[in-house]
């Protein structure tokens, strides 16, 4: 049976970690949470990875920041900025002026704030990569399999580092060109065909990808939203592409780790 613990790891020591771990692991994936934290559905995908034999480590990212970046706060500044595009959620005043129009309140715009600032971004992109290196330290293999945020942050981690064997991400931001160029390990994306704000940056991603001669597998799943792998969220959920979508998954954690 698998075993579960909850750690920390950081340089600090301060960043909470859910791991699951089988009793001989061939190599470790590091679970990067959704945009609501880690919950309870990333436990269980952890639980899923160490079925496969793989130890699994979800850091939370949102350590920092626990009383306020909850999943209703959060649910509440996504409706707020819901009109901007990407680069505009990561402009202060933009933010502030689209929680004002919309009437909403000061946890409202505390919450947005942090989500989508830049520096913040950044910290938690940081934590990433430490975990990644740590699970690098004690498992010797190590790949990345990340969720909404997660996935960019997984995509992120892959251009900040080259000890990762693959990366997984579903439905993550895609990078710029200058981190597509320095991602060295084989890449799966996955992507809902109603994402409209992510998948506008898919074909840039997939045109660097090709012309720098990247590892890349991808795969886009019709009459799916944002969030459809996600069974605790009954209004995205489609099981037939999850169940799908988790066969690909395990096809190509197995596979690169067992060709690399």
Not at 147 to 163: D, I, K, Q, R
Request: hydrophobic share 40%; proline share 5%; with cysteine.
């Amino acid at each position: 049976m698998p075993k579960t613990d909850t750690g920390r790891v950081s340089a600090a020591a301060e960043i909470p970690i859910f791991a699951v771990t089988p009793r001989k692991p061939s190599a470790c994936i590091v679970v990067i949470h959704e945009v609501w934290g880690l919950v309870p559905h990333i436990s269980d995908v952890c639980r899923r990875v160490s079925k496969l034999g793989f130890a699994a480590l979800a850091p939370d990212l949102y350590w920092r920041h626990k009383k306020l970046l909850t999943p209703d706060n959060i649910q509440n500044a996504m409706q707020g900025v819901w009109d901007l595009s990407l680069d505009e959620r990561r402009d202060a005043l933009k933010v502030k002026t689209a929680i004002a129009k919309k009437g909403l309140g000061k946890t409202v715009l505390e919450t947005a704030s942090i989500l989508y600032n830049p520096q913040f971004r950044d910290e938690i992109l940081a934590d990433t990569t430490l975990c990644v290196e740590r699970a690098r330290s004690a498992y010797g293999r190590v790949a990345v399999l990340g969720f909404c945020l997660g996935g960019g942050l997984s995509l992120g981690v892959a251009a900040n580092s080259n000890h990762l064997r693959s990366v997984v991400a579903f439905y993550g931001e895609p990078p710029n060109r200058e981190n597509v160029a320095r991602i060295s390990c084989p890449m799966l994306t996955i992507y809902a065909g109603q994402d409209e704000i992510i998948n506008a940056r898919v074909p840039a991603f997939v045109k660097d990808a090709m012309d720098s001669g990247k590892d890349l597998t991808l795969k886009t799943y019709p009459r799916t939203r944002h969030g459809f792998f996600n069974d605790t969220r009954t209004d995205l959920y489609k099981e037939k592409e999850a169940n799908d979508a988790w066969e690909l998954t395990r096809w190509f954690l197995e596979n690169t780790f067992v060709r690399r």
